[in-house]
């Protein structure tokens, strides 16, 4: 059923964060779910010269649990570090969740390594009770803390806090720019990113492990008669490990910036003051919210006001969970705020009155992700997207050719021309030292044309992405002319000797009145995506000597320090939820020398153990030792990593 929903929570954060209910423990403990069997080849034992380590401290349990009602049939719980001003519990390295209705109903249980969980598809009742306990590294469990929340059904959509675009992604078509007027254009590494709805969300899917997805809605953001604007997103986009940026800029660009990687990052200042990037165009204005909070950077003649007062830290986020992050602008600067609460603020006021938005999606490096987006809005003056649609376009050749370099025979076929009104090929190049994009140009058979980049700056730093625009001459357009274009390359000035990268073409094309747009298969919008199954922690080991420094080679006779880490965060990012622990074992050279039980109180969740060991009993040369990690649930596959050495 299509959803009429959310942004009415958009414009009023603060009022939802006081429908936030704690309760104090007056009920019974919600009974845990049996615990599946420990394999039994997970039991205590240390082989001759091994030390096994012993647990501290119990865990202690959050000192408070707060449940926020964030969308339908949905609560956001958060505790310790995930609330502001929270500390995290001591000895925790995880979390047991469950949770049930009042007073009677549906219930569950999750395991998490971060402090804070998303709760979906809840039944619409009075209310949930939600109970966490803290889990040290060997599985013992705290006390409960509580909290509760109502979970209702949908709520309106209230498009009257967002004139300028209010989008709710209900529809499959959001951002499927094969529609003549579609809302939003997505450019990604071709083959790594593709978006979906999804359950009423966006999905983007990063599938390479490296990707950077960019969302650039189609009509631009104008400031309001005193020169305030907002920009909302709600998304899970900026859990751990990820970001999220949203930048504005003075024109249709797709790309901007040098990837989230070369943004000025170590050092640079988190409030009062933005970071100019000289991989950003002259005006750009971008936010970045990561682990370490929420960053402003600009391009270069961005005007720079007094330096507001700085903010407190973000509070963490959890894998998965949605946030409310809202950019402020007005007279004093620019605000960045997560669910309300102000976590970054700078000095800057815009040099335009007219910005294009692109909201970007940066994964977890080297890990497939799914991100989701449940709303987009940004106020001002309505205005329409273009009457267009785009075509995905390879030139002959996937990089810039040099000025007198050969053209392959390769190019496209004119039929989406024929109904063209108007068209353009835009693409996105990269900036090299040495090679002039100001003197682009697209080749199309024996005619050469400009290509334009569309903003008014070239960003001089090595790695910068430009996006480029050449509008097509009147004979490549109607039912008259060729039934195919070729070649199709792009060249310039300086570009024979230097690789210069084409990140993504398409055509943006104008059909003519009366005439109906020639069906095309969508690119870049899939099949709802299909959670992947539980996993364990991601599991690692390496080898340390005395001074727990890491160490490849050993002196015969040395003792050793095996330090086995279980990766709570990582796990969450490859399943679709965390899978208990049930144990590990150590081998050195096929030969069992530890074992490690996790589960005292129920399945571990994550960890770092330190095993000592005497190498008396080895000979010189090479030796491995293997990390095997066990769930409590059988049926899950053992996980197993090996770290090679040698002793000298």
Known sequence: MQRTRLLAWLGAIMVLATAVIALRHTQPPIAPAPAAPTPSGVARFAADGVVLPEPGGPPAAPAVVEAFRTGPERLRVAWGTALPGGTAPGNAVGYDVRWSAVPLGPSGSLLVAAPEVELNGLPAVSAYRVEVRSVDAFGRRSAPAAAAAPVAADQALDRRQFGGLAEPFDGPFSVDTSVVGARWHLSGYPGCTSAAADRGMLSINLQCGADLAVLRARSPMRLEPGGGGRIVVVTDAAGPTAALTVDLVPGAADLIGAGLAASPAPGSPRNGTAVVDPALPDGALRVVIDDGGARVLTGPGVPQLPAPQATPPAPARGVGVLHVFEVAIDGSGL?????????????????????????????????????????????????????????????????????????????????????????????????????????????????????????????????????????????????????AVSPLVLRAPGADTASVPVMGSYLEIEPRQGVNVPPQVTTGVNEPHQPPPSALPQPSVRLLDTDTREVTT?????????????????????????????????WMDNRMVAGVPTAADGPGVAGVYLVALSTRSLGRGAHFVELRLFGVDPALKPVSVLASWQLS
């Open 335 to 483: 605000r960045v705020l997560q669910d309300g609460l102000p976590i970054a603020a700078a000095g800057v006021a815009p040099p335009w009155t007219k910005a294009n938005v692109l909201i970007g999606i940066g994964g977890p490096p080297g890990r497939q992700a799914r991100v989701r987006l449940d709303a987009v809005g940004f106020t001002g003056p309505p205005s329409q997207a273009p009457p267009s649609y785009v075509h995905p376009v390879v030139p002959a050749t996937q990089r810039v050719l040099g000025v007198h370099e050969d053209a392959p025979g390769i190019g496209i076929s004119r039929q989406q021309l024929a109904s063209a009104a108007s068209a353009r090929l835009v693409a996105t190049v990269t900036v090299v030292p040495g090679v002039d994009l100001g003197g682009l140009v697209l080749q199309h058979g024996d005619v050469v044309i400009p290509a334009r980049p569309v903003l008014a700056s070239v960003p001089s730093l090595a790695g910068a992405d430009v996006t480029v625009a050449a509008d097509l001459p009147a004979d490549l357009l109607g039912p008259d002319g060729p039934a």
């Open 554 to 586: 050993a002196t015969a006779g040395a003792r050793l320090l095996v330090e086995v880490s279980l990766d709570g965060v990582g796990g969450q990012l490859d399943g679709s939820t965390l899978a208990g622990v049930a144990g590990f074992q150590l």
